[in-house]
């Protein structure tokens, strides 16, 4: 066995696009009015009669590049485009109500209010197009169009990005499946959040997680001679490597990250939610796939036993407890051919960890407390009046003094406090990672401070200044 690296690139990417928090109604308008010719385009592309949609399109001439205005669009979205390069949907942008009652004199000058919390682009590249360009090149060439054509300074977020290696030397197996510690094992039994794939009788691959947060790994070769027009990975790629060797198969380690999970990771530096931190930030992505996926060096016969849960010695089955299994995973070593592929293309990435972020509160939780509120009045009660929520109230404050010997006012904000001090604590769950910071911590005080300087302090008890410096240990 002698596994070597065949090619690392960026397999797929996907873009959301923003305007700009400022924006004038000119910019917008001008938006508007290509997506209204586009528009039109598409309605003539839904009078073609085809029962396959992606050969119902009209040509149209666009950025200086030929595209295709496609019948059918993304859900949300008003038109679709597509050439082979890159698709892009587009979204009319719909402006608020008191845009429209700005003077002549200025609307065209101003900044205007918009429906600008959703995406109004989505944009996927081909991966034919990644791999022939680049993913800095082809991430210019869009930003270029959008920038000259359609929004002057958007504002781009990737909705999701696949991180590929390719290797050569070592064949995967069934048994791998034995040999993977992963986060998404549950350690005790190893009841994996795994699927394997078979290609007629042939080993396809595995793939771990879903979604937002995948690990796939797959036989390239074995997908490239079942569809053909993959094979430019190959001509572009693999045949430029001295190492590569056509007779052998092609393995792809591929990481899938989509934005749910992108925007709650974070470095020593912060959370990498941006555009360009995402970006500087890929080899920090792909050292977080293979560190929470590990292949281990385990013979045959070990990953047998881990599968069965038994094994022979003098012709006798002997069960292994589960406990014994864990510590075969905890002391094993990483196998070879993942040892090779911990860096991304030469580059060693940081540690990344899952970032929650202490919540002070939301809107919709309180909305829905409210609204219970008044469903258990209207239940208990027969009605809703002004003296019954009074009476509520008082009852409620009634009951936490005589239990707590705080009022409604104190008990919430101790509980707020609390709240607060959960993130100092190191936890691992599953896959949910925090890691808190000195920052929260040092900002525990001001918040017990700030709290404390809005309850009217000449009726607060003294029980709630000693529980409020006790947790904040002054």
């Not at 001679?225 to 990975?233: L, M």
């Not at 974070?266 to 360009?276: A, F, L, S």
Request: hydrophobic share 35%; charged share 25%; proline share 3%.
């Amino acid at each position: 066995m002698n596994p070597k690296i065949i090619s690392q690139i960026i397999d797929t990417l996907k873009l959301h696009a923003y305007f700009p928090d400022e924006t004038l109604k000119s910019e917008v308008e001008k938006y508007n009015s290509v997506v209204d010719k586009l528009s039109e385009l598409k309605k003539d592309a839904q009078e073609i009669n085809n029962s396959n949609n992606e050969l119902r399109f009209v040509q149209t001439r666009f950025y200086d590049s030929n595209f295709q205005v496609m019948a059918t669009t993304v859900k949300g979205f008003a038109v679709t485009i597509k050439n082979g390069d890159v698709s892009i949907s587009l979204k009319r942008v719909t402006l608020r109500e008191n845009a429209n009652n700005i003077d002549d004199k200025d609307k065209q000058d101003n900044p205007v209010p918009h429906a600008s919390k959703n995406p109004v682009l989505k944009v996927e590249f081909r991966s034919s197009f990644l791999v022939r360009t680049g993913y800095l090149q082809s991430l210019r060439h869009i930003e270029n169009l959008v920038n000259s054509q359609l929004i002057n300074n958007f504002k781009p977020v990737i909705s999701e990005i696949h991180i590929a290696t390719d290797i050569q030397g070592y064949d995967f197996t069934p048994l791998d499946q034995h040999r993977f510690k992963t986060t998404k094992n549950k350690i005790a039994n190893f009841e994996l959040n795994v699927s394997s794939h078979m290609y007629g009788k042939q080993f396809s691959g595995l793939v771990y997680g879903s979604g937002d947060d995948m690990l796939r790994i797959y036989n390239k070769s074995l997908e490239i001679s079942i569809f053909p027009d993959k094979k430019y990975i190959e001509d572009l790629i693999w045949n430029r490597n001295k190492e590569y060797d056509k007779s052998k198969n092609v393995w792809r380690i591929e990481a899938q990250y989509r934005r749910e999970t992108l925007k709650k990771l974070k470095t020593d530096c912060g959370v990498i939610d941006g555009y360009e931190s995402v970006l500087n930030n890929i080899p920090s992505l792909w050292k977080r796939a293979v560190e929470k996926n590990k292949l281990l060096n385990m013979s045959d016969e070990t990953a047998i036993e881990n599968m069965t849960g038994y094994k022979k010695v003098n012709n006798h089955q002997i069960t292994i407890m589960p406990g014994s299994i864990t510590k075969r995973f905890q002391r094993s070593d990483t196998h070879p051919a993942w040892e090779l592929i911990q860096q991304f293309n030469g580059y060693s990435g940081e540690q990344l960890d899952v970032y929650e972020a202490p919540r002070t509160g939301a809107r919709q939780w309180v909305s829905n407390s409210v609204k219970t509120l008044f469903s258990t009045l209207l239940k208990y009660n027969g009605d809703i009046t002004k003296d019954a929520i009074v009476e509520a109230f008082e009852i409620a404050e009634e009951d936490t003094r005589d239990l707590k010997g705080l009022s409604l006012v104190e008990n919430a904000t101790l509980k707020h406090v609390d709240h607060f001090g959960q993130s100092k604590e190191l936890r691992y769950s599953g896959e949910s990672v925090y890691n808190a910071s000195n920052e929260v911590e040092n900002f525990l005080p001001f918040v017990a401070k700030h709290l404390a300087n809005n309850i009217n302090t000449e009726v607060s008890s003294e029980e709630f200044f000693n529980q409020l410096w006790e947790k904040v240990g002054y």
